[in-house]
């Protein structure tokens, strides 16, 4: 799970144009949207598109979205129960 987590941050990073140790240095339980990483609703969508490049997962309702996005955990823990 560990080496998900590190690749994800570098896939949110790069998606979200923001400085690796920004993403690096959260903690992996963190909010990511709010007072977390402080995402917002166009990051959402960016998030989005990187899981379905990366990982060819769709987020097909937004209560699944918010349970994935919740954390860098979460979202480590959505990929790997809907990867194909």
């Known amino acids: 799970m560990e080496e998900l987590l590190n690749e994800l941050r570098g ?3 790069a998606s979200l144009r923001l400085e690796p140790e920004t993403v690096n240095t959260l903690d992996a339980s ?3 949207f709010g007072v977390g990483l402080g995402l917002d609703s166009i990051d959402a969508l960016e998030l989005v ?3 379905e490049r990366e ?3 769709r987020i097909t309702d ?3 979205g ?3 996005f ?3 955990a979460s979202l480590a ?3 790997v129960k809907n990867r194909s």
């Open 70 to 72: 919740a954390s860098l």
């Open 49 to 51: 598109v990187m899981l």
């Open 55 to 57: 990982y060819h997962i």
């Open 62 to 64: 937004i209560d699944q």
């Open 30 to 32: 963190a909010p990511l």
């Open 11 to 13: 896939h949110v990073a």
């Open 77 to 79: 823990e959505f990929i």
């Open 66 to 68: 918010r349970q994935a």
